[in-house]
């Protein structure tokens, strides 16, 4: 019965040492009720208090000790392991610390330490005090679940991977270590294995917006569109203010065709954050799909900035200012798509036009190039690029794509006149007409076009559409010496003789060294036959050494009407020398050599104009002539005879055959050859003395003297002519008219 206070202490002492703690525990609380400030029986029933964990009584105790200068080691490790449990974190953190500084090297002490500051948060040092645990040899899953969240939010993420991995290797299963596993295997980029933990977590219940996000980005990486969007709705659902999670929810259904669903993300997007560059340029991407070129182009200039060289966006701004007719802004977007590496024909094809209309042509011809390269094939391409090619004088590609151009019924006047001139630079006129005509008739008023388009005709020999075409090419300027050449030329072809050497004339006035006009003047004035001025003309062009085989031809033939017949012979031996062998050359020069007496030259030219198919009658008599003239009468017989019974009425032919007959003793042939010589000419004296021979031979003496003596009144002084009608008056006795 004694109430001492310390035999109550003592008692409950040796009670505490037979580990029947409660009874300990009722005798000290006698001992301090006896004696409050009695702080061995306090010290002793805070520590059957712990051994019954009865953690808030055991804090009391302590705190009291504590708080009356007690430093003891023991007393703070057992006061921070009753707050612990008492999930007073801050006060054990605060507790356990103290014994840490103490220097105390206690797994349990570093564990409950780590485990509180982990749970203050604070895990930069409750990872150094659980590291230092395990490094003691704990172990479980409690201290690797931590550690490895810490590490976690440590953004330490391979070690955290490797905590939580022995946590659940140690039978920990909770959704926050799947959760921030998985978000460590993410951050790795370890994919697979960040999407297998996620998933862990949310099938454990985990009702974490992020960990939907990034299943959704994961499922986008695999193009699982379905699954991503799933994903991202959970998200949105969790997280209603991440623009990301809807641009990207927009991304994945603009991915499935769900264009109207996708604007919609992205619309959301932009009101969570209007500068939000990713989702502009994924809504004008939207837009520019549905063709919204307008609305694409908004978002896409905004989303610039921002985005660098990205050849899409560039790709996508150049199209839609392109589409929106907006060239000039366009321009320097198609350059940049090019520059940035974009394999795309429309762009080259848009950069092409871009270049043209700017005057680059070079550029425009490489540029529209690679577009078809790259598969296009708009007529307007070869418009473009064939325009750019003639302006660039590379005829010979020009036509290949004005050609295709021209089939097209865009190909406007442009292209029908380059396409001709083109054919002309490249020296193929026949291929340029059709296209020089379809330019005219659409109107055009290039003078070059009208010019060769004379050409063309002129050539056709259409010579009245010649000359309209160089009338048109003159009213617009072209007023050239070729232009007036041609015409002219197209006016002596058509029978405006006089008319052309006008227009030659100015020809030469503007070029007076212009052979070419002075030959066709000269052909000109040769059918005017002036022939002074043709040869004037054709002597030039002759002594220049440019005179053609034809153009001799002419210039003898002048020389020839103009009775120079030794000009004419030489100038038509140049001619035939040069390869003129027509039968007027040889008929002009046979009839030059006929007029100077060189008959047995003549008659191998007039043969050979025979023989090359000259048929005029006067050609047989000059040839029978000149047999007559060298005594040949029976060649010249079948000559004369040719020439008379194709109808020729010439007393001299007449008058020759006559006398072959009569030397070849056909005297009544001969009188009527003789007859019809007078008939056709009363005043041939010749054919009055041969008439008079064959009279006289079949004794009709008066009829010889009367014939003789009408040739002598005539004028013939022939002395035969005398010595006959001596004869015939000798024959009929009449002595003194014979002797005279």
Not at 170 to 183: D, R, V, Y
Not at 382 to 391: D, E, K, P, S, W
Not at 581 to 602: C, H, I, P
Request: proline residues 1%; glycine residues 6%; hydrophobic residues 40%.
């Amino acid at each position: 019965t004694k109430s001492d206070a310390v035999l109550y202490n003592n008692r409950g002492k040796a009670k505490f040492y037979l580990q029947n703690y409660k009874e300990a525990v009722a005798d000290f609380n006698k001992a301090i009720a006896l004696k409050p400030a009695y702080d061995k029986a306090i010290e002793n029933r805070a520590e059957a208090a712990y051994q019954l964990q009865d953690w808030k009584a055991v804090v009391t105790d302590y705190d009291v000790l504590l708080a009356g200068g007690r430093t003891d080691v023991e007393i703070y490790q057992k006061t921070g392991i009753a707050k612990y449990n008492l999930k007073d974190y801050n006060g054990a953190s605060e507790a356990l610390t103290k014994v840490v500084q103490k220097g105390v090297k206690d797994k349990t002490v570093f564990t409950l330490l780590g485990l509180s500051l982990a749970q203050r948060s604070d895990c930069v040092e409750a990872t150094k005090s659980l590291t230092a645990a395990v490094s003691m040899g704990a172990g479980d899953k409690d201290i690797f679940t931590a550690l490895g969240l810490c590490q976690y939010k440590n953004k330490d993420y391979a070690s955290a991977i490797a905590s939580l991995t022995r946590a659940v290797d140690a039978g920990a299963s909770s959704k926050e270590i799947f959760l921030s596993k998985g978000k460590a295997h993410y951050q790795q980029k370890d994919n697979d294995n960040a999407a297998k933990d996620l998933d862990k977590a949310l099938a454990l219940g985990a009702q974490d917006g992020e960990a939907s996000k990034i299943l959704g980005d994961l499922s986008f990486l695999k193009n699982d569109f379905a699954a991503a969007i799933r994903y991202y709705d959970a998200a949105a659902k969790l997280i209603t203010d991440d623009a990301v999670i809807f641009n990207n929810r927009g991304k994945a259904k603009f991915n499935t065709n769900d264009v109207a669903g996708a604007l919609a993300d992205f619309d959301r997007a932009l009101q969570l954050n209007p500068a939000y560059d990713k989702a502009l340029a994924n809504r004008g991407t939207a837009r520019f799909m549905q063709k919204d070129y307008a609305g694409a182009a908004a978002d896409l200039e905004k989303a610039m900035p921002n985005a660098g060289e990205n050849a899409e966006l560039i790709k996508m701004l150049a199209l839609a200012n392109y589409a929106l007719n907006k060239k000039d802004i366009a321009k320097p977007y198609l350059e940049r798509a090019i520059k940035a590496g974009v394999k795309d024909g429309k762009i080259w094809l848009y950069a092409g036009y871009a270049r043209f209309e700017g005057g680059d042509y070079r550029g425009a011809a490489e540029a529209l190039t690679n577009a078809e390269m790259a598969g296009e094939k708009d007529d307007e391409l070869y418009n473009r690029r064939g325009l750019a090619h003639y302006q660039l004088k590379k005829y010979d590609a020009a036509v290949v794509d004005l050609d295709k151009a021209a089939l097209s019924t865009k190909a406007d006047l442009t292209v029908y006149e380059a396409l001709a001139l083109s054919y002309i630079a490249i020296q193929k006129a026949p291929n340029a007409a059709p296209a020089l005509e379809k330019a005219i008739a659409m109107g055009s008023k290039n003078k070059e076009v009208f010019y060769h388009a004379g050409d063309a005709r002129l050539a056709q020999n259409n010579f009245n559409g010649a000359i309209e075409a160089y009338d048109k090419a003159a009213s617009f300027g072209y007023n050239t010496e070729a232009l007036f050449n041609n015409r002219g030329l197209a006016k002596l072809k058509r029978g405006a003789v006089k008319e052309s050497v006008a227009d030659f004339d100015r020809a030469l006035l503007l070029k007076n060294d212009f052979t070419e006009a002075l030959k066709n003047r000269g052909a000109a004035k040769y059918q005017l036959q002036d022939y002074a001025g043709a040869i004037a003309d054709f002597a030039i062009a002759e002594a220049r050494g440019e005179a053609t085989p034809a153009e001799l031809g002419m210039l003898g033939m002048a020389r020839l009407n103009t009775k120079d017949f030794q000009g004419a012979t030489s100038t038509l031996s140049k001619a035939i020398a040069a390869g003129n062998n027509s039968a007027d050359v040889y008929k002009a020069r046979g009839l030059a050599l006929y007029e100077t007496k060189q008959y047995d030259k003549a008659i191998p030219d007039f043969t050979k104009a025979i023989d090359a198919g000259d048929t005029d009658s006067n050609l047989f008599l000059k040839r029978g002539a000149a047999r007559f003239a060298l005594g040949d009468y029976a060649n010249a017989f079948t000559d004369l005879d040719k020439a008379i019974s194709r109808g020729l009425a010439d007393a001299n032919a007449y008058d020759m055959r006559g006398y072959c007959f009569f030397v070849n003793k056909q005297a009544a042939q001969a009188l009527s050859d003789f007859n019809s010589a007078i008939t056709m000419d009363s005043k041939m004296a010749t054919a009055y003395f041969h008439r008079g021979n064959v009279q006289h031979a079949n004794g009709q003496t008066a009829a010889a003297i009367a014939d003789y003596t009408q040739a002598i009144t005539l004028g013939l002084k022939e002395p035969a002519l005398f010595n006959n009608r001596g004869k015939a008056y000798s024959d009929t006795e009449n002595y003194p008219a014979a002797i005279t």
